[in-house]
């Protein structure tokens, strides 16, 4: 398997804009993360999803996030509209039941100037 | 809520050495504990995985211990070799959440 995978790697953007993030997690993983770190507050949990189903948001900081998961295979992380401090590294991770470990993605750096 | 300490938040030996790096969390009612090693600008790489019931871990050079009781676990790396320079991040797992909570990790510099 080739393990999370995330896109873009990279994202520059506006102030204003709106920003889509996308996840294809592991095969058969029936969990699926959300994660954003900064310098400031580490890794921080955004959301987390469970055979795609919306268990936790209570770490989306605000209306402006939102995330989906229309199948077993795919996810969204939506920020509508960025702001200049969204800047951070968003991961993606997933795992297998509630007791294996998660695998992470290589992540998306997100800049928004 | 689940709060991870890890200690110290920086840490420099010379090649050769054994080290320690230390894990503490508050909610005692976890399913697994998770070491991490992060390489600066890269993505979480996972070390070693412990189960609740589990009391160690060990892959190559690196042991890790679980003490559920006091919320406390050890990252012993024997006989560090500059290529171990990384950040190394503790995550628990459990309890009402399902979902890891981190350590703010410790950054380890092995001098050759």
């Known amino acids: 398997d080739a393990g999370v995978i995330q896109s873009p790697r990279h994202e520059v953007t506006e102030m204003g804009q709106e920003v889509t993030l996308r996840c294809k997690p592991i095969?058969?993983?029936?969990?699926l993360f959300w994660y954003r770190q900064t310098m400031m507050r580490g890794l921080e949990l955004l959301i987390y999803?469970?055979?795609?189903?919306?268990?936790?948001d209570s770490g989306m900081p605000e209306d402006r996030f939102s995330a989906k998961m229309p199948n077993a295979s795919f996810s969204t992380l939506k920020i509508q509209p960025s702001e200049p401090r969204d800047s951070a590294v968003y991961f993606c991770?997933?795992?297998?039941?509630?007791?294996?470990?998660?695998?992470f993605g290589q992540g998306t750096r997100l800049t928004v100037v | 809520k689940q709060e991870v300490t890890q200690i110290p938040a920086a840490l420099s030996v010379p090649e050769g050495e054994n080290l320690v790096l230390n894990c503490s969390f508050t909610?005692?009612?976890?399913?697994?504990l998770q070491w991490f090693r992060q390489d600066p600008g890269k993505g979480l790489t996972s070390l070693l995985l412990?189960?609740?019931?589990?009391r160690e871990q060990t892959s190559g050079r690196l042991n890790a211990s679980l003490d559920k009781s006091s919320g406390r676990s050890t990252l012993y790396i024997a006989a560090s070799q500059p290529g171990d320079s990384a950040t190394y991040l503790c995550a628990v797992r459990g309890g009402s959440a399902r979902q890891l909570t981190f350590g703010s990790g410790t950054q380890l510099t092995v001098l050759p």
């Open positions: 991770a997933s795992s297998f039941g509630r007791s294996e470990q998660a695998f």
């Open positions: 999803f469970n055979n795609n189903v919306p268990i936790d």
């Open positions: 095969s058969g993983h029936d969990y």
């Open positions: 412990i189960q609740s019931s589990q």
């Open positions: 909610d005692s009612a976890i399913y697994n």
